[in-house]
């Protein structure tokens, strides 16, 4: 039974293989790096949100190793569908830290990604995105080209209909989407036990006819491992997979959450002490690869990267209001012409 099966790890929380590597070191300085960016993100954007400059802001940290070793696996075709949580996954894809930003002070000119950079918006909508990844991935196969879609979403979202045809469609079609679910242990102040009554999330992908792997999310040799393996599958045209990365989220749901009134913080500092970034950390160390210079060199390189990104951001003029018609259709339906129309008159 799938439910009894330990998650899939290869490096220990010791920073130790357990399994055989299936990068080389450099590579994995590569995506240590990267998780050392996107914390350095998540930090200051929660910073900024307290200090007024950002509005609602969803961090990530716990979940650096689920998204960068997952979106480490994609070439730059490939389409991403992810949510207001990944944004380390999305910036792994080329998605700018500066329009990430940007889209979190409700300007539109942030949610659209640059040309060339296959990232979706990120979905608010629990679960909806799912079916658009699926349609992007059937649309691929129907063009006969190689481009896989990859969509993340949370153990919440299980729960939506919206999961479940998605999963049905991508199962019968066949059609290249790696559906990576990151069980983060709750859906604001639900727990994933009382989510679903199934031992794991990933054996629902029996009932699509994929194939279901549940691994351990704090784990990003593990993830990237998995995830590579799904990505190759789809490429190849075997059809979809369902990864369960097992992670933890740190923080509260969102800066407007307080998880003091619905979680034991005992879960979180047994949790604290997975974090995704130590493990790697440890594993660098035992491989020669690490010291605490190098280790400031990068912390300061990064979070200097994502202060210019700020920068920029807070240097923009202000977005023209009369933008916020024009982020939603190709063609304005007949009520927002309308409003468009009274807007511009002042009328609004
Ligand atoms: C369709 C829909 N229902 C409810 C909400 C409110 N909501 C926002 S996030 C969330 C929880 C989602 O939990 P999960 O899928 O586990 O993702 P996580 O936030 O843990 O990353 C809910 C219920 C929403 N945004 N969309
Ligand atoms: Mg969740």
């Known amino acids: 039974m799938p439910g009894a099966t330990p998650p899939f790890q290869i490096l220990d929380h010791a920073g130790e293989l357990v399994a055989e590597s299936p990068l080389d070191v450099d590579r994995v300085v590569d995506l240590y790096r990267a998780m050392v960016a996107a914390r350095a993100y998540d930090r200051k954007c929660s910073a900024m949100q307290r200090q ?31 949510t207001y949580r990944d944004a380390a996954a999305m910036w792994h894809h080329g998605f700018p830290w500066v329009n990430l930003i940007l889209g979190r002070t409700g300007d539109e000119r942030g949610g659209r990604a640059p040309d060339g950079v296959n990232v979706m918006p990120p979905s608010i909508t629990v679960g909806a995105h799912m079916i658009h990844a699926v349609g992007i991935a ?32 991508a199962g019968v079609y066949g059609v290249p989407t790696v559906f990576v679910c990151q069980n983060n242990g709750w859906a604001i102040s639900m727990p994933r036990e009382r989510q679903t009554a199934s031992a794991t999330i990933a054996q629902k ?97 990064e979070a200097a990267v994502v202060e210019a990104a700020v920068e920029e951001a807070e240097a923009l003029a202000p977005f023209d209001e009369a933008g916020i018609f024009a982020g939603m259709f190709a063609e304005l339906t007949t009520p927002l012409a309308d409003q468009q129309d009274r807007a511009e008159r002042g009328g609004l």
């Open 52 to 82: 007024g400059r950002l509005a609602t802001y969803a961090q990530f940290e716990g979940q650096e190793a689920a998204q960068i070793g997952s979106a480490a696996c994609l070439e730059a075709q490939d389409w991403m569908v992810g």
């Open 138 to 169: 059937w649309a691929a196969q129907i063009r006969g080209d190689s481009s896989v879609a990859m969509t993340y979403f949370g153990d919440g979202a299980t729960s939506e209909g919206d999961f479940h045809e998605a999963m049905n469609f």
């Open 205 to 301: 992908a029996d009932a699509y006819g994929m194939p279901g792997v549940l691994v351990d999310g704090n784990d990003v040799l593990a993830m990237y491992a998995v995830t590579s393996e799904a990505v190759t599958r789809a490429r190849s045209g075997a059809g979809p997979t369902l990864i369960e990365a097992l992670t933890y989220r740190m923080g509260p749901h969102t800066t407007t959450d307080d998880p003091g009134r619905y979680r034991d913080d005992g879960h979180v500092t047994d949790w604290r002490e997975r974090d995704p970034l130590e493990r790697v950390k440890r594993y660098l160390e035992r491989s020669g690869r690490w010291s605490a210079e190098w280790q400031q060199e990068i912390e300061d390189g």
